[in-house]
């Protein structure tokens, strides 16, 4: 079966509203700094978003992003929880590339990002897209220690990724 992957960076603009919303609310916990910490983060004040968050940890030499936190909804969603594994884990395996490019870029501008990212495959013929909204957490004001996640599904086929993820 043939699985292709496309991402491109998006226009906060263009995201949905509830993207746009908790980027907002990443803002206000910001305030002066390049980035909140980890420890600003409330769960209570993100239940709206709970099943579809992650937290990643930054690794360096070699770099890595790996699930400290792994919401859900995403685990329902994809049919595997990938907590404390790396986003190199992530099939198909260009889906994985994609996303490890995306929180490359997210560290390295230190901003929030969000992404529009197709799945599609040919057997039988079927896409699944989302948007991905990447938000650096910095534990020490000057560093991006984590990425804060946050995933928006379209509506697609019950059985989607059950057919690609083995």
Same mark, same amino acid.
């Given at each position: 079966?043939?699985?292709?992957?496309d991402?491109?960076?998006c226009?906060?603009?263009?995201?949905p509203?509830?993207?746009?919303?908790?980027?907002?609310?990443?803002?206000? /916990?910001?305030?002066?700094?390049?980035?909140?910490?980890?420890? #600003?983060?409330? @769960? $209570?004040? =993100?239940?709206? !978003?709970?099943?579809?968050?992650?937290?990643?940890?930054?690794?360096?030499?070699?770099?890595d992003?790996?699930?400290?936190?792994?919401?859900?909804g995403?685990?329902?969603? /994809?049919?595997?929880?990938?907590?404390?594994?790396?986003?190199? #884990?992530?099939q @198909? $395996?260009? =889906?994985?590339? !994609?996303?490890?490019?995306?929180?490359?870029?997210t560290?390295?501008?230190?901003?929030?990002?969000?992404?529009?990212?197709?799945?599609?495959?040919d057997?039988?013929?079927?896409?699944?897209?989302?948007?991905?909204?990447?938000?650096?957490?910095?534990?020490?004001?000057?560093?991006?220690?984590?990425?804060?996640?946050?995933?928006?599904?379209?509506?697609?086929?019950?059985?989607?990724?059950?057919?690609?993820?083995?």
């Amino acid at each position: 079966m043939a699985v292709t992957v496309d991402s491109s960076l998006c226009a906060l603009a263009d995201a949905p509203d509830d993207i746009a919303a908790l980027q907002t609310h990443w803002q206000e /916990l910001r305030g002066t700094r390049i980035a909140p910490a980890r420890s #600003d983060i409330d @769960p $209570a004040k =993100l239940r709206a !978003y709970l099943g579809y968050l992650c937290i990643l940890e930054v690794c360096h030499e070699p770099a890595d992003f790996i699930f400290s936190l792994f919401g859900s909804g995403i685990a329902d969603f /994809l049919h595997r929880d990938l907590s404390r594994r790396s986003v190199r #884990d992530f099939q @198909p $395996a260009e =889906l994985g590339q !994609y996303i490890f490019e995306q929180l490359c870029n997210t560290v390295e501008s230190r901003v929030p990002t969000v992404y529009r990212v197709e799945v599609a495959y040919d057997n039988p013929s079927r896409t699944s897209a989302s948007y991905r909204l990447n938000l650096p957490l910095s534990d020490d004001g000057e560093n991006i220690n984590r990425i804060l996640t946050y995933t928006r599904f379209d509506a697609i086929p019950p059985d989607f990724w059950g057919r690609i993820i083995l």
